[in-house]
T-cell receptor, first 113, second 110 residues
Framework: DAEITQSPRHKITETGRQVTLACHQT?????MFWYRQDLGHGLRLIHY???????NKGEVSDGYSVSRSNTEDLPLTLESAASSQTSVYFC????????????FGPGTRLTVL | QKEVEQNSGPLSVPEGAIASLNCTYS??????FFWYRQYSGKSPELIMF????GDKEDGRFTAQLNKASQYVSLLIRDSQPSDSATYLC??????????FGTGTRLKVLA
């Protein structure tokens, strides 16, 4: 069955370190998204991609970057982790069916100390 | 600023009752509307999508859309304790990007 996976599921890091969160989907979807979810803010879009070599900034992109070298993967990098980036991160993907309905990975809980 | 608003709840309903969850949006150009269910500690799970005015039914779930009033709702019939979760409304303006509401927490009382 097609799926979307994220790794690691939990990560503790220190302020200033570079961190990369992995997202891998086997849906063969063109569109991939990264969100963060915090109490009181809901899901906020960090970056998104509509295809290989395409990346775009979302509403909370400062301090994050992504690259898309193939259809299946969209890794999210925190260049220099800050305590404000402690959050739960979700990756999602969508194709052209179901009005672009997005399907979510299981999430990564990141703690920056 | 495009916004999607939901009452944070909790909305408490007795088992077997109809739960009504509401969502309003500010962008009149919005085209597609999605409802997700999120259990505590889990990822959002798609329940339904709707893009035409009126009702769309799927099992115990009915989505209702009124574009003139910029309002979308989700009805859950015969609510069960297993329906207790946070329900997220998401709106798309046709670019595959969503704007999410902050969600309504539903509690179904046994």
């Amino acid at each position: 069955d097609a799926e979307i996976t994220q790794s690691p599921r939990h990560k503790i890091t220190e302020t200033g370190r570079q961190v990369t969160l992995a997202c891998h989907q086997t849906w063969n979807h063109n569109n991939m998204f990264w969100y963060r979810q915090d109490l009181g803010h809901g899901l906020r879009l960090i970056h998104y991609s509509y295809g290989v070599h395409d990346t775009n900034k979302g509403e909370v992109s400062d301090g994050y970057s992504v690259s898309r070298s193939n259809t299946e993967d969209l890794p999210l990098t925190l260049e220099s982790a800050a305590s404000s980036q402690t959050s739960v991160y979700f990756c999602a993907s969508s194709g052209g069916l179901a009005r672009g309905a997005q399907y979510f990975g299981p999430g990564t809980r990141l703690t920056v100390l | 600023q495009k916004e999607v608003e939901q009452n944070s709840g909790p909305l408490s309903v007795p088992e077997g009752a109809i739960a009504s969850l509401n969502c309003t949006y500010s962008d009149r150009g919005s085209q597609s509307f999605f409802w997700y269910r999120q259990y505590s500690g889990k990822s959002p799970e798609l329940i339904m999508f709707i893009y035409s005015n009126g009702d769309k039914e799927d099992g115990r779930f009915t989505a209702q859309l009124n574009k003139a009033s910029q309002y979308v709702s989700l009805l859950i019939r015969d609510s069960q304790p297993s329906d207790s979760a946070t329900y997220l409304c998401a709106v798309s303006s046709g670019t595959y990007k969503y704007i999410f509401g902050t969600g309504t927490r539903l509690k179904v009382l046994a």
